[in-house]
C-alpha cells in the first residue's frame, strides 16, 4: 500500500497499528497519532483477521464478485419459497373447496377414495 506520501508503509509498523488498533478505544485519534487515515487502519485490521483464519486477502472485486453471486444465491431461493407458498396456497384452496362441496358437513374430505 502507498501512503500519501508514496511510500510503502512497513511490514513492522502495520503490525504494530494494527496491535494498537485491536486494544484501542478511539480509532479517529489513533489515526491522527499514527498518521495514517482511519480507513487504513480498519482495512489493516481486516486483513490481519482474515490471515489468522487463513483467508486469502479479499480484492475489491473479488468481494463484489461474492456479494453479487450471493444476491442471486438470495434471489433464487426467494423464488422457489414463493413458488412453493403458492403451490401450498392453492393446495388448501382446493382442499377448502372440497370440504365446503362435500354436502356441508364439517369432516374433512378424504383424499383418497376406498374400493369397498
Known amino acids: 500500500m502507498i501512503n500519501r506520501r508514496g511510500w510503502r508503509y512497513p511490514e513492522s509498523f502495520r503490525q504494530m497499528a494494527v496491535e494498537r ?5 478511539n480509532i479517529e485519534w489513533l489515526a491522527k497519532e499514527l498518521d495514517v487515515p482511519r480507513q487504513t487502519l ?11 483464519v487463513g483467508e486469502e486477502p479479499v480484492t475489491e472485486k473479488s468481494r463484489e464478485s461474492r456479494l453479487r ?19 401450498f396456497e ?27
Request: net charge negative; glycine share 8%; with cysteine.
Open 21 to 25: 488498533f485491536k486494544c484501542c478505544e
Open 42 to 52: 480498519y482495512r489493516w485490521n481486516d486483513e490481519s483477521e482474515r490471515m489468522e
Open 69 to 87: 453471486r450471493e444476491i442471486s444465491d438470495l434471489k433464487r431461493l426467494v423464488a422457489e419459497k414463493t413458488l412453493e407458498a403458492d403451490f
Open 90 to 116: 392453492g393446495a388448501l384452496q382446493k382442499i377448502e373447496a372440497r370440504r365446503h362441496g362435500s354436502g356441508g358437513s364439517d369432516e374433512l374430505a378424504s383424499t383418497t377414495t376406498s374400493g369397498t
